[in-house]
């Protein structure tokens, strides 16, 4: 290996007290993939107090770490030459916002947060791109589709992650839809408590309000309540709305609906949460080109501040459940 890091031991700090010996790895080595980390473990290579570590060793405060034999950069693993440095630019145009705790960019449709089957190009190796004046790389702490354009929020350091990292788990992040679905709902502002997941196992809650509508489509502000994975747009299929644009949910109520639109209308629209300094904080990412095109050729109202998208009246929605 020909390297830029060479690197032999370490001892363990309070920010990772507690952590199992794989996580320490994937947060110190970053530049080495989890498998080879895996490898690494196997092999005997790293040691916690002079023994062999597993994946699954905690540490403790002043841990050593050791490595047998000299960890090197590899080449063929610099990010930076696993994409065109055009994306450098392309990543960078993507902020809305950024301090020293977090950058929030205005995901575009289309683009995966992380790698998969078939994904080459994803927000997540671009990362490096985002350090700006800090020389910690960013870091992911929630996502959202491939398919849903708008707000993504990245961690700058550590803390920073752990601390919103809780917020999200705690749903003590709100946030804030915006989607044009098929047809005309039942009840202009509603509370979906539809179980979903494999079997219909999990409960989850979606609250909507109806913004405006044609006998085709209507334009939709949406709070989760839950964070279930694709919980709005199955929620809305299971309706009988499904998404304009949607490919992945069918109808129940008419699974036949076509769509000619290209992009599915689904936009994270604004985040509100409390900063660690205790300020807070809301976040709006303006609508795609797309949606906005939909808005005007349907003669909704395309100036958000012509509507009411808060949810203090909650408690008067209709509850809607199967």
Request: one cysteine or more.
């Amino acid at each position: 290996m020909v390297t830029k890091k060479k690197i032999k031991s370490w001892t363990v700090s309070s920010d990772f007290n507690s952590h199992r010996v794989d996580y320490w790895l994937k947060k110190n080595i970053s530049f080495v993939t989890y498998p080879t980390l895996c490898k690494l473990l196997r092999k005997g290579i790293v040691r916690v107090n002079g023994k062999r570590a597993k994946n699954n060793t905690v540490l403790r405060i002043g841990d050593r770490i050791n490595f047998t034999r000299i960890i090197q950069q590899e080449p063929n693993l610099d990010r930076k030459e696993k994409y065109n440095l055009k994306f450098d630019e392309f990543i960078k145009k993507l902020v809305v916002y950024k301090d020293k705790f977090k950058i929030i960019l205005n995901k575009p449709a289309g683009l995966a947060v992380q790698g998969g089957t078939n994904i080459k190009l994803n927000v997540d190796i671009m990362l490096d791109s985002l350090k700006f004046n800090l020389d910690e790389r960013p870091k992911l702490v929630h996502r959202i589709d491939k398919q849903t354009s708008g707000l993504l929020l990245i961690a700058r350091s550590l803390n920073s992650s752990r601390y919103y990292g809780e917020l999200f788990k705690k749903r003590q992040i709100e946030k804030v839809y915006l989607a044009i679905v098929h047809g005309k709902l039942k009840y202009r502002a509603g509370k979906i408590n539809f179980k979903i997941g494999k079997e219909k196992s999990l409960s989850s809650l979606t609250l909507y309000k109806v913004l405006d509508q044609n006998n085709q489509l209507s334009f939709l502000v949406i709070k989760p309540i839950t964070g279930r994975k694709h919980q709005i747009r199955d929620h809305f299929s299971s309706l009988g709305n499904q998404i304009y644009g949607e490919t992945k949910f069918k109808s129940l109520n008419n699974s036949e609906l076509i769509s000619n639109a290209k992009d599915l209308h689904l936009h994270a629209y604004s985040i509100k949460f409390q900063e660690q300094d205790k300020s807070i904080k809301k976040i709006v990412a303006p609508l795609p080109d797309f949606f906005t095109n939909t808005i005007a050729k349907n003669r909704f109202v395309n100036d958000m501040s012509n509507y009411d998208l808060e949810f203090v009246d909650s408690e008067n929605f209709k509850l809607i459940e199967k």
